[in-house]
C-alpha cells in the first residue's frame, strides 16, 4: 500500500534561515506529489505539486521542491523562511492508477526571531 | 470566488451522541471529499463523491458513520453514536471537473469535534 514519510515532526528555524522539510513516499508505480500548508485554524492550501516534466518545481511564497525518482523523495525547500511561513506542512501522493490521495503526518515549521 | 464553506466550526457532545456536519463545495466543482484529521496526524480520507455518487468510501466506518450529497452540491456527514475516539477536524474538500489523481483539492476551514 502506498505510504508518505515525513521524518521531522517538528522544525524550528530562525527567521531568514534556509529550511528543508523532508518528504520520502514508498510506490512501485507512478504518482503525482503534492505539498500543502495549513496556518493554524484554517484548512490546507497547495503550495506545489509535480506532475511530469522538470524534477525542479516552484510554488507559492517562495517554496520549491525536487522530485528524486531513484530516491522516492520529493523535499521541500524555502532559501529564506519568515515569520508568516510558520505552519504545519504536508506531503501527499497520489497513485496515478487509484487516484487516491495519502497523507503524510505533517511537519510543523515554526520560525523563530 | 467563495471557497468551501463548513458549518459548524466547532462542536463538543458527549460520548454515544450523534452530530452532524455540513459542507458547501466550490461552486461547480464536482468531487467532494470528507477528511479526518487526528491531533498530530495527516488527514485520512473517509469518503469521496463524485457528483452524488460515492467513488471511494472504504475507510468510512459505516456502523456509526454515514455521508450523503443530495443533487452534487453540499454534503452532510454524521456521527451516530459518537465514540471518544472520534474527536478530530474533519476537513471537507472539493476539486474541479472529473476526480483525478493530478486535481488540486481546495479545503475548508474544518470542523473541530471534541466528543467527552
Known amino acids: 500500500a502506498q505510504s508518505v514519510t515525513q521524518l521531522d515532526s517538528q522544525v524550528p528555524v530562525f527567521e531568514e534561515a534556509p ?7 514508498s510506490s512501485s508505480v507512478s504518482v503525482y506529489l503534492f505539498w500543502y500548508v495549513q496556518y493554524p485554524n484554517q484548512g490546507l492550501q497547495l503550495l506545489l505539486k509535480y506532475l511530469s516534466g522538470s524534477t525542479l518545481v516552484k510554488g507559492i511564497n517562495g517554496f520549491e521542491a525536487e522530485f528524486n525518482k531513484s530516491q522516492t523523495s520529493f523535499h521541500l525547500r524555502k532559501p529564506s523562511v519568515h ?4 505552519a504545519e506542512y504536508f506531503c501527499a501522493v497520489s497513485d496515478r492508477g487509484t487516484y487516491k490521495y495519502i497523507f503524510g503526518t505533517g511537519t510543523r515549521l ?4 | 470566488e467563495a471557497g468551501v464553506a463548513q458549518s459548524p466550526r466547532y462542536k463538543i457532545i458527549e460520548k454515544r451522541q450523534s452530530v452532524a456536519f455540513w459542507c458547501n463545495p466550490i461552486s461547480g466543482h464536482a ?5 479526518q484529521q487526528i491531533l498530530g496526524q495527516g488527514p485520512k480520507l473517509l469518503i469521496q463523491f463524485q457528483n452524488n455518487g460515492v467513488v471511494d468510501d472504504s475507510q468510512l466506518p459505516k456502523d456509526r458513520f454515514s455521508a450523503e450529497r443530495l443533487k452534487g452540491v453540499d454534503s452532510t456527514l454524521k456521527i451516530q ?13 472539493s476539486s474541479p471537473v472529473l476526480a483525478g489523481a493530478y486535481n488540486e483539492q481546495f479545503f475548508g476551514p474544518g470542523t473541530r469535534l471534541t466528543v467527552l
Open chain 1, 110 to 113: 515554526k520560525v523563530l526571531a
Open chain 1, 19 to 25: 529550511v528543508e522539510l523532508r518528504c520520502n513516499y
Open chain 2, 81 to 93: 453514536p459518537a465514540k471518544l475516539e472520534d474527536s478530530a477536524v474533519y476537513l471537507c474538500a
Open chain 2, 31 to 35: 468531487t467532494l471529499y470528507w477528511y
Open chain 1, 83 to 86: 515569520i508568516s511561513d510558520t
